[in-house]
Each structure stands twice: as C-alpha cells, then as structure tokens.
C-alpha cells in the first residue's frame, strides 16, 4: 500500500502542480486582492524553479561528491542502482538518460577496479508486466563480454529500501566480503547511503550522472529555464523521500 500511494501522491509535491493549483485558485476567487496576492506567488514560484543558478548551488550541496577510491585492492562487488534503462516494445529494454550508472559501473569492472558487478532493479511500474530491469541489463553486459561468473542480478526491487535488502541476500548468498561500491546518480547517492547504512551493507558512494552546470559564472544561468523545472522534481522527489526514510529508521 506504501508503495503504491508514494507513487499516486508523489505528483502533487512538484513546483509545476503549485502554480496550476494556484492559478486554478485565482480564476476561482472573486476577491480581486487576494487573486493579486495568488498571481504573484505563483510568479515567484515560476521564477524561483526555472531559475538554473538557484537549481545548480542546491544541487551541489545536495549532491555526494565522487572521490577517488583509496582501496588499492579490488572491490569484491559493485552495486549499481537500476532506473537506468526502461521498458520498450517487444519486453525489451533501453537505457534512459540516467545510463551514466550502467557506463561507470562496466568501467569500474573493466579496469579490474572490481571483481562483480551487481545490477539491482527488477520493475518500480504500478502497472507492468514480467519485464525486470537487471535480466535486461544483463544481456548487455554479456554484449559487452563480461562473463557470466562476474554478473550478479537483483531482480525483485521495486524501490531503493528493497534495492538494499534484496541486494544484501545475493551478497551474502555468494559470500563477497564488503567493503562494495555504490553507484548510483549523484542527486540519489544521498537517500540511498542512509538507506544501505540503515540495512547494515558496508557501502563506498561512488556518484555519477551529475545535473549541476560547469560552476563557471555565466549570465545564462539567469536565464528562466523550463527544464530546470523537471530537474527539481527530482530533487523534491529525494528530500521527501530521505525525510521518510529518516523517519522510518529512527522509530
């Protein structure tokens, strides 16, 4: 039931569904002071989320940082978060524009950084059928030549809290010793480090398919953007969802 009402709520929390609630609201009124006050609000709220210079200085602070990794040995596995690649026709897959994690998860395992690769993913969808995400991924590892031996498949996860638990069984099915790395987009690595802390998996963040700018000062990041609007979405999306986690955890 949690999961399904997150999925149906988690529209309404975004800056877009504001502003046409409160237009909506301002046709609505006949008090023409406060159809004024709605107006700007809802201005405001278009300016402050189409703004790329507001949406780049959070993200950074928001963000978890890659770092070099200081282990010499290599890592016994890495998690790689699914939500990269989606449903297509036919039961097949493609990657989505989060595809940097399948990217850097197959560089890490093809300089021999690590040892395995872990795909965790099976089908987020209210509605979907049998297809699960980290099958799919698998076919193209191996397109890649990765062999069988080095791939690790989690297919039952609907959501990050079972991307943990789920992952942690064929980890300790196969008896890889932690320390894994974690790699996941950057504006995720945050919820999901609390998440896999809290499911006791010795995790090293390793962050990728970064959404901030370049940080070099430009006028074009006062520039009303509406695509930044889709990027908070996103961001939203993660702090209502570590401020449930957090609140989960600490019962």
Partial sequence: MFFILSKLLINFVFPLSWIVVLLIVTLMTKNYKRKQRLLLISFALLVIFSNPFLFDNFAKSWDIELVPLKQKSPYSCVIVLGGFSSEGPNKTGFFNGTCDRFIQGLKLLSTRQVTH????????????????????????????????????????????????????????????????????????????????????IDVVPYSCNFMTGSGNFSFDEFIPDVYVMAKWNIYIKELIGTAVNYLKFSK
Avoid: C
Avoid at 146 to 155: A, F, T
């Fill in 117 to 200: 690769i872990l795909i965790s993913g099976g089908n987020g969808n209210l509605v979907h059928d049998n297809f699960a995400e980290s099958d799919w991924v698998k076919t193209q590892l191996k397109d890649f030549n990765v062999p069988d031996s080095s791939i690790l498949v989690e297919d039952k996860s609907r959501n990050t809290i079972e991307n943990a638990r789920f992952s942690k069984q064929v980890l300790e099915k196969r008896r890889l010793s932690p320390p894994y790395l974690l790699v996941t987009s950057a504006f995720h690595m945050r919820r999901s480090l609390g998440i896999f802390k809290n499911s006791n």
